[in-house]
């Protein structure tokens, strides 16, 4: 399916409890340290971006406790708590670190309740407004059932120490397993302009008002492709990144980004992408790179 030419809603709203957010968020995961582990390098830029973040209208910040271990979370709390109203927080559980900065899964009863008060206490709130099941392997979706995991947060929402779940590396197949056992809100899997398999999934979930969350933008692209993408933004004045990102919000009004920084600069160009609107003839040019 072609992308949609037209800008849709600079805004979404979440099912279940109903929040309506910014479709433009930020994605916290690059604070951190090389390997998603430790402490930035500098500490004040990265609470600087946090705050830059949310003048610049960011109601929307993706986490999670496993991010550091931990560190990611605490930038959050020393930034911007106590937290503006609206703002809202996505966290994942269902991995955790090795010692040897490994990524494990962590899907038990005992880990998944660990993990949802690490993130409440680190973060300093008493309920988290979103979290997602994460699942997979690093090397993406795997067919496994979630139904167990998904039992342990559904009783954690309803001590009310979760008010939304949603689903992160997961296929439609695991979607609609989730459905039969919960509300879900979300779904976070790979997708951008070249890497495309998730393109009838965004559009059930769009039929169904359940956001999709893409990362890695601009992950997996092919120097070719790369290439393509670097003559449409030097056309359009505008960065490859502004420009993979605006193909994304004018692909479904149900996507939500979360670009990543660690620099006020780059956020700052991030940001403007939601003003970017791509015309018809480039959006041709970005569909021909699958």
Known sequence: ????????????????????VNRMG????????????????????????????VELGVDHIDTSDYYGPHVTNRLIREALHPYPAGLTIVTKVGFRRGDDKSWIA?????????????????????????VNLRVGGAQGTAETSIVDPLIVLSDLKREGLIRNIGLSNVTPRQFEEARQATEI???QN?????????????DE????????????????????????????????DATAMQVALAWLLQRAPNILLIPGTSSVVHL??????????LPAEAIARLDSMR
């Open 205 to 236: 979930l769009r039929n169904r008002g359940v956001a999709y969350v893409p990362f890695f933008p601009l992950g997996g692209f092919s120097p070719l492709q790369s290439a393509v993408l670097d003559e449409v933004a030097k056309s359009l």
């Open 26 to 53: 930020f994605g916290a995961m690059r604070l951190c340290g090389p390997g998603v582990w430790g402490p930035p390098a500098d500490h004040a830029a990265a609470v600087a971006v946090l705050r830059e973040a």
């Open 106 to 130: 962590a899907q038990s009863r005992d880990e998944l309740v660990e993990a949802v008060h690490d993130n409440l206490r680190n973060l300093g709130i008493d309920a988290l407004d979103i």
């Open 268 to 277: 700052r160009e991030n940001m403007r992408a939601a003003e970017l609107q």
């Open 1 to 20: 399916m072609a992308a949609v030419v037209e800008r849709s809603g600079s805004t979404f709203t979440f099912p279940g409890n109903p929040v309506t």
């Open 190 to 202: 790979q997708y951008n302009i070249a890497q495309r398999g998730d393109d009838s999934f965004i």
């Open 185 to 187: 809100v979300c779904v």
